[in-house]
């Protein structure tokens, strides 16, 4: 795998596992865009539009946001130039409607996935990780209560998906826990 190659991937798992800081090294090192459906819903709500205004109401309570709002806003990212070549999704699909939405947007385009990424780690430690980015960043939808359901509605409905994409080969799991280079590591290793 070069940097030059066209790829087109998904990175998932659950709220704290690391998918923000390894998907923008990742995509760095593909030559491709990280597209971050959390970064974009924090835009939108910090610039107080309207769609970020409901995104809001369903971050805080640690709820996604509701799929028509999400898929137009990958649809539109998706189009942009700088993505024809590849990109690296962070944080969608979510949903097995969300997996076939995006089935849709990539047949229209003429392309598919070539791999979807889980990086998994132990609860307790995402609790962890997430109180303490909480602290440091002061975000309001990383408290005790909001993080234990973030993670209970990953595991209802986003781990649902991980057998679909297994179901597909093109699944590859890698552990998530360790230092920022052990797991880019073990990332790189998966892929090749």
Same mark, same amino acid.
């Given at each position: 795998?070069?940097?030059?190659?066209?790829?087109?991937?998904?990175?998932?798992?659950?709220?704290?596992?690391? @998918?923000? !800081?390894?998907?923008?090294?990742?995509?760095?090192? #593909?030559?491709?865009?990280?597209?971050? !459906?959390? &970064?974009?819903?924090?835009?939108?709500?910090?610039?107080? =539009?309207? +769609?970020?205004?409901?995104?809001?109401?369903?971050?805080?309570?640690?709820? %996604?946001?509701?799929?028509?709002?999400?898929?137009?806003?990958?649809?539109?990212?998706?189009?942009? &130039?700088?993505? =024809?070549?590849?990109?690296? #999704?962070?944080?969608?699909?979510? !949903?097995?409607?969300?997996?076939?939405?995006?089935?849709?947007?990539?047949?229209?385009?003429?392309?598919?996935?070539?791999?979807?990424?889980?990086? =998994?780690?132990?609860?307790?430690? +995402?609790? @962890?990780?997430?109180?303490?980015?909480?602290?440091?960043?002061?975000?309001? $939808? &990383? =408290?005790?209560?909001?993080?234990?359901?973030? +993670?209970?509605? %990953?595991?209802?409905?986003?781990?649902?998906?991980?057998?679909?994409? $297994?179901?597909?080969?093109?699944?590859?799991?890698?552990?998530?826990?360790?230092?920022? $280079?052990?797991?880019?590591?073990?990332? #790189?290793?998966? #892929?090749?």
């Amino acid at each position: 795998m070069t940097a030059s190659s066209a790829r087109r991937l998904v990175l998932m798992g659950p709220p704290g596992a690391g @998918k923000g !800081t390894q998907a923008s090294r990742l995509a760095e090192h #593909l030559g491709v865009p990280a597209i971050s !459906t959390g &970064d974009i819903f924090r835009a939108n709500v910090a610039e107080r =539009t309207e +769609l970020g205004q409901q995104a809001q109401r369903y971050m805080d309570a640690g709820e %996604y946001v509701p799929d028509e709002v999400t898929n137009a806003m990958v649809a539109d990212r998706l189009a942009a &130039d700088d993505a =024809t070549a590849g990109f690296l #999704l962070d944080g969608y699909p979510r !949903t097995e409607a969300q997996v076939g939405e995006l089935d849709r947007m990539l047949e229209a385009a003429g392309v598919s996935l070539d791999v979807v990424v889980e990086l =998994t780690a132990d609860v307790d430690e +995402l609790v @962890k990780r997430l109180l303490g980015r909480a602290a440091e960043q002061g975000r309001s $939808d &990383d =408290t005790e209560s909001v993080i234990r359901r973030r +993670l209970e509605v %990953y595991s209802e409905q986003t781990a649902a998906l991980v057998d679909v994409y $297994d179901a597909r080969g093109i699944l590859v799991r890698v552990d998530g826990l360790g230092s920022v $280079d052990d797991v880019a590591a073990r990332l #790189l290793d998966a #892929l090749s």
